[in-house]
């Protein structure tokens, strides 16, 4: 059965360095989320993708995030100058005509 | 913005047995979907079920149901001959089928136990 991907599964970086978590999502999909869950917290939305722009941003997608579909298969998650507040687990998820969205294992970022 | 809640931080269950967990959201829309999804602790989100609002009949999948009451804006999720592989966090999330808003609102989850 056809999943979504994310890489790396942990991430460890210092706080001011810029990050990249990747994801490749299922392949006839056609809608791509990145969604983050502070520990202990719920999930939360960050931005939606569609037809190679952002659909939909919430308060949190401030200037320091941006995402990319540099190729027919990767979606990408880009932190400029990461935070300690940062520290987060990132999901990727895809969707293709149904509603239905379907998240990767996700990414443990740590913020140091 | 849609909230969704979930009353129940924590529940427990014997295995083999019924559990209910609640959840509630706030809308002013009348076509939209909810979910549940479940998070083990591999911290992985993974659908368990789902349900069309214009749908008045409940979603079932296996062991899992739904008693979906649209009047009262509550979705609750039952799980019936519990299993151990069942322990999780649950999410009830929400989602609303106006074009161009496509992401899910979640509840702040509940922790089940399921007791051997």
């Known amino acids: 059965e056809p999943e979504v991907t994310q890489t790396p599964s942990h991430q460890v970086t210092q706080m001011g360095q810029e990050v990249i978590l990747r994801c490749v999502p299922i392949s006839n999909h056609l809608y791509f989320y990145w969604y983050r869950q502070i520990l202990g917290q719920k999930v939360e939305f960050l931005v939606s993708f569609y037809n190679n722009e952002i659909s939909e941003k919430s308060e949190i997608f401030d200037d320091q995030f941006s995402v990319e579909r540099p190729d027919g298969s990767n979606f990408t998650l880009k932190i400029r100058s990461t935070k300690l507040e940062d520290s987060a687990m990132y999901f990727c998820?895809?969707?293709?005509?149904?509603?239905?969205?379907?998240f990767g294992p996700g990414t443990r970022l740590t913020v140091t | 913005a849609q909230t969704v809640t979930q009353s129940q931080p924590e529940m427990s269950v014997q295995e083999a047995e019924t559990v209910t967990l609640s959840c509630t959201y706030d809308?002013?829309?009348?076509?939209?979907?909810l979910f549940w999804y479940k998070q083990p602790p591999s911290r992985q989100m993974i659908l368990v079920i789902r349900q069309e609002a214009y749908k008045q009949q409940n979603a079932t999948e296996n062991r899992f149901s739904v008693n979906f009451q649209k009047a009262a804006k509550s979705f609750s999720l039952k799980i019936s001959d519990s299993q151990l592989g069942d322990a999780a966090m649950y999410f009830c999330?929400?989602?609303?089928?106006?074009?161009?808003?496509?992401?899910?609102?979640f509840g702040t989850g509940t922790r089940l136990t399921v007791i051997p």
């Open positions: 999330a929400y989602r609303s089928s106006r074009a161009g808003a496509n992401n899910l609102f």
């Open positions: 998820a895809s969707r293709g005509d149904s509603y239905e969205q379907y």
């Open positions: 809308t002013s829309e009348s076509d939209y979907y």
